[in-house]
């Protein structure tokens, strides 16, 4: 079952950036210019979660979500606001409101993801969907992801969701790779996370259980990275903590994303676009085309309708997954792949 959601937001470029990116990965979504048009829709139709910016006209999102929380049927309904607001006012206000969650601008579209899908999953939880198979992808799991795993699969970060007990819950297509390569990273039979070595596998508890706290803490901050070396001699994953929760976990929910990085993946390159090859979204994939037509990032700006900041964090997103650190080192990187660019 797909998950649907709605996107509210009024910036009419911005919304369709995220539309877009909701929808690549295989989610169903509706949208909405102001809270007054999604309230509307709210109260129509069924959806799994809502995206919706705080500061809109005819009716801000903290006003949305109040009224959302009072409507019958909708009270439950995750909610996660999109926002440049980082006052500590703002986000008191909205978690008086009840807000599930913050993602602040500009978007990182892999983390929006990955925030939907744990978001997803916790609701699964939360109704008592948390039966896990001998492969550790467990059939509640999978009910509560609602097109969420897919997503996950899309993107060319290994991801595993961690429980309190440091135990695996699920991973994706990636982390599947990386586990059956056995290249610097493996899975016990209880489901724990190991490196080559002991010092690295103690490297990985520590960076999991510093993240398991602050979870439990409601902190969000990333507990940290590990470089994990491989016996083939390839260059080392680098993988870091994030926590996932905002209290301590139930138990078989996810309170730690692990994210896996591989500075030497590159994915099959017959008949793949180069989004896929170097795991870049749609947002992504604009700007390199732009930039490979000689466009500066303030013209590229005026192009697409979005702000400078946006278009330097998009760049910042391609500079590390292609591993680049200069726009030269970039377009050099994409003219001279043999897959080039081509608008569409």
Known sequence: MTATILCV????????????????????????????EALELLRGKRYDLVLCDITMPKMSG????RQVR???GLGELPFVFLTALAGRRDIIAGK????DDYLTK??????????????LDQVARIKGAATRDNAGHGPGLRAGLLGAGEALNRIAVGVFLIDGERKVLFRNRRA????DEADGITLSREDLLRGEKPQQTQALRDIVDIAIARAAAGDRQASGAV????????????????????????????AVGLFVTDPEWRPHATAEAVAQLYGLSPAETRLAQALVRGLRLDEIADEFGLSRNTVSYTLKNLFRKTETDRQADLMSLFIGNPMSLKDG
């Open 227 to 254: 470089a994990l070396t491989r016996s083939s001699g390839r260059r080392a994953l680098f993988a870091v903590a994030c926590p996932l929760g905002r209290g301590p976990a139930q138990p078989g929910e996810p």
């Open 70 to 72: 009072q409507e019958p």
């Open 9 to 36: 937001e009024d910036e009419t470029d911005l919304r369709a950036d995220i539309c877009e990116e909701l929808v690549a990965v295989g989610y169903e979504v509706d949208e909405a210019g102001n809270g007054q």
């Open 96 to 99: 008086e409101a009840g807000v």
């Open 62 to 65: 903290l006003e949305l979500l």
């Open 176 to 179: 599947e790779e990386l586990l």
């Open 106 to 119: 500009p978007i990182d579209f892999d983390l929006m993801l990955i925030t939907i899908a744990a978001r």
